[in-house]
């Protein structure tokens, strides 16, 4: 996937939070082993751009490498210094989407409204991170779909997982977000290459 090739679906982002660098290239490793194409390491994280920085060496080639959870210019900066090539965050910040685009990198504003939606491609995004989804729903993005331009991509994010996965992809999502399902702090590499798999096998048979 090319980071900034807007016509190419994302596909699952895998969320690392609360990843430390010690633990960050064992793990990511196993994602891109078991087919993840991206990976994103919250700047709320321990020591994130360390990790972002290991990652992106160890596993650059085959994922897409980005900082999550970010909320100024000033991280968009570092995270791109680090190695990140996508910029994800929890809101709607024209300041940090416009940094990102300036800079050729792929930006994922949070987005709980169709006002923010539009308000972020008016910035300048082409993905929008439905966030929290769990509150927005299918139904919810199957409207956003219906009005906003159909270039834009929309990834549901916060309380996707195995049991609901399949549905998201049927109504149309570009991709998801996965986090405590597939990563929590501690988890073993080999326990996160067997959740990535499966979630990966119920997208792949369930996108459009």
């Known amino acids: 996937m090319s980071p900034t090739a807007t016509e190419t679906a994302t596909g699952l982002i895998a969320i690392l939070r609360g990843i430390t ?5 064992a793990v990511g490793s196993a994602l891109a082993d078991a087919g993840f194409t991206a990976i994103e390491v919250p700047l709320n994280s321990p020591r994130p751009f360390e990790s972002i920085e290991r990652l992106a060496a160890a596993v650059g080639d085959a994922c897409v490498v980005g900082a999550g959870t970010v909320l100024s210019v000033d991280d968009v900066i570092r995270a791109e210094t680090a190695g990140s090539r996508i910029i994800v965050s929890p809101n709607t910040d024209v300041d940090v989407i416009g940094a990102a685009v300036a800079r050729n990198l792929r930006a994922y504003p949070g987005a709980a409204t169709p006002t923010e939606a539009f308000r972020a491609v008016g ?3 082409r993905s929008v991170k ?3 989804s769990d509150s927005i729903g299918t139904a919810g993005m199957t409207a956003w779909r219906a009005v906003l331009p159909t270039e834009v991509e929309l990834l549901p994010v916060g309380g996707v997982d195995r049991t609901n996965l399949a549905e998201w992809a049927a109504a149309g999502a570009g991709g998801a977000g996965l986090g405590t399902c597939l990563y929590r702090p501690g988890d073993s590499a080999d326990t ?8 990966l096998d119920i997208w792949s048979a369930d996108a459009a």
């Open 123 to 125: 910035a300048g995004a």
């Open 192 to 199: 996160v290459r067997e959740r990535a798999r499966a979630l």
């Open 130 to 132: 439905l966030f929290p």
């Open 21 to 25: 660098p010690e633990d960050v290239v």
